[in-house]
């Protein structure tokens, strides 16, 4: 069995909000959606080398209505 560590995470409420919104229409928990996309660009970087945007240090434009 795999340990897992804790790692306190300071989001924007928007982030928050639509990562929850994401995680429900996947089934998963909150946490879980975040250790998925983790888990996938970790996945990405390693098979071609490179991050998955370009732009991936900049702030997100995130626009809810």
Do not use: H
Not at 14 to 40: C, H, K, M, P, V
């Amino acid at each position: 069995m795999s340990e897992k560590k804790q790692v306190p995470l300071r989001i924007s409420k928007t982030l928050y909000n639509q990562i929850a919104a994401w995680a429900e229409d996947d089934f998963r928990s909150i946490n879980g959606q975040i250790e998925y996309l983790l888990t996938e660009c970790v996945r990405q970087r390693k098979k071609d080398g490179k991050y998955v945007s370009e732009n991936l240090d900049q702030p997100l434009d995130i626009d809810i209505p």
